[in-house]
């Protein structure tokens, strides 16, 4: 059984340019959330995908944009980067009608 | 409105001791609670979790104690190891496969 998978690992940008983070589920798995958890904090509910769709979405600007593919994969964008979007982003999958939600190793990306 | 409150903030403990960590909640529409565990530099690892059913839950050296009419839960390790050092989160989810709410963390050191 395959965990969850991210990439890429580190990323560093500048600000005002647009950054594309991808994610594969655990195997069996067909809900992907992702997750914003800047230094010190816990993570931050981003949104979720479920069957290609948008399931719910939490406190974060119309530029954070996501994708989920057939295979269930999924795609996090965040355009026009700003200093505060430093962060470690972080990809959970799950099965719809359970809770558990496992998460990947996320993504450290730097925005300069 | 933080919505899931985390403490203590760190915990240094010794070896073969014991370690809590609290956390309170606010909204009643939770029903699940998971503790998640994440070592620097990698993505939280679920540990275990509890629904409001059940006032305590156990697995190993790690026990949820739950408590539905003060709306608090709180994460007991027994025989407290180094390789335990972590920083431990609390979260909270309303309904199923639903978007986590995380505590703010809680840095636990295990000294030898």
Redesign the interface.
């Known amino acids: 059984e395959t965990g969850v998978t991210q990439s890429p690992t580190h990323l560093i940008k500048t600000r005002g340019q647009q950054v594309t983070l991808r994610c594969s589920s655990q195997s069996g798995h067909n809900t992907v959330s992702w997750y914003q958890q800047a230094l010190g904090q816990g993570p931050q509910f981003i949104f979720q995908y479920y069957r290609e769709e948008e399931n719910g979405r939490g406190n974060f600007p119309p530029r954070f944009s996501g994708l989920q593919f057939p295979n269930y994969s999924s795609e996090l964008n965040v355009n026009a980067l700003e200093l505060d979007d430093s962060a470690l982003y972080l990809c959970a999958s799950s099965l719809v009608t359970y809770n558990e939600q496992f998460f990947g190793p996320g993504t450290r990306l730097t925005v300069l | 409105q933080q919505q899931v409150k985390?403490s203590p903030q760190s915990l240094i403990v010794q070896k073969g001791g014991i370690s809590i960590i609290n956390c309170a909640y606010e909204n009643t529409a939770f029903d699940?609670f998971?503790w998640?565990q994440q070592f620097p530099?990698?993505?939280?690892?679920?540990l275990i979790?509890i629904r409001p059913d059940v006032s305590e839950k156990k697995e190993g050296r790690f026990t949820i104690s739950f408590n539905k009419s003060a709306k608090q839960f709180s994460l007991h390790i027994m025989d407290s190891q180094p390789g335990d050092s972590a920083t431990y989160?609390c979260?909270a989810?309303p309904g199923?496969?639903?978007?986590?709410?995380?505590?703010?963390?809680t840095e636990l050191s295990v000294k030898p």
């Open positions: 985390q699940y998971p998640y530099g990698k993505g939280p690892a679920l979790a989160f979260a989810s199923q496969g639903g978007k986590l709410i995380f505590g703010q963390g």
